[in-house]
C-alpha cells in the first residue's frame, strides 16, 4: 500500500507539473458518473438522515421545551460531519467499488499489461483521472448533502413542532457559521482522495479471476469506509485543537 501511495503522490506532482500523462475525457466521463449520476442516491439518503435527526432531537428536547434547538442540532450535525460523511460512505459503495470492478477486470484481461508494454504508466492514465474526478465532485456533493439534510430537519420542525419556516432559517443561519461549512468542505475532500485511493488500490491488486474481482470490490467498500472513520476522528480531533 504505501508504494502505491507513493506512487499516486509522484503522479500528482506530475499532474501539477503538466507531465501527467492521462486523457482529459476520460477525466470528464468520470466527473460525469461520480457526480451528475449520483445525486438521487445522495439526494434520499441526505434527505432522510436529515429527518431522523430532526425527529430524534425533538423528542429529546421536546421534554425542555427547547423544541427550536433542533434547527441549530440538524445544521451544525450536517455541515460538520453528517453530510461529508454520509456521501463519502455512499461514493465509497458506489464510485470505489465500481474503482475497483473497472480496474480488476482491467487486469484479467491484461489491459493494464498492455499499457505498461505501450511505456504507458497506469497511475497517469487510470488511478489519476479518478483520484482528481472525486477530489474535485466530493466538496460539490458535500454542500448539496448538506442542504438536502437542513432541508429535511426543516420538515420535522414545521410539520411535527410547529416551528415557523422564517424561524427554521433564521435559528438555522445563526447557529452554522463558515468554520462549520470549511470543516465539513475539507473533511469531504479528504474523503474522496480516501475513497479513490481505495477503490484503485484494490483494483490495481487484483488477482486474474473473476472471483478475484468479486473480493477486490469487496475489499476496496471496506477499506474504504474504515479509512473514512479513521480520517474522520483524526480530523476532529485536530479542528478541535486549531479551534475550527
Known sequence: MLAFLGEAFVTFLKFLAGRARYRRSDLLLVLQEVGVQALPIVTLISFLIGVILAYVGAIQLRQFGAQAYVA??????????????????????RTGA???????????????????????????????????ALALMMPLLCVYADLLGILGGALVGTGMLDLGGAEYYARTS??????????????ASVFGVLVAIAGCLRGMQCGRSSAAVGAATTSAVVTGIVLIIVSDAVMTVIFDQVGL
Open 98 to 132: 465500481a474503482f475497483a470492478a473497472q480496474l480488476g477486470t482491467m487486469q484479467v484481461n491484461e489491459e493494464i499489461d498492455a499499457l505498461t508494454t505501450l511505456g504507458i504508466s497506469s497511475m497517469e492514465f487510470l488511478v489519476l483521472p479518478r483520484m482528481l
Open 72 to 93: 441549530d442540532l440538524v445544521g451544525i450535525a450536517m455541515t460538520r460531519e453528517m453530510g461529508a460523511m454520509m456521501a463519502a460512505i455512499i461514493m465509497a459503495g
Open 174 to 187: 445563526a447557529a452554522v457559521g463558515l468554520d462549520d461549512c470549511a470543516a465539513g468542505l475539507i473533511k
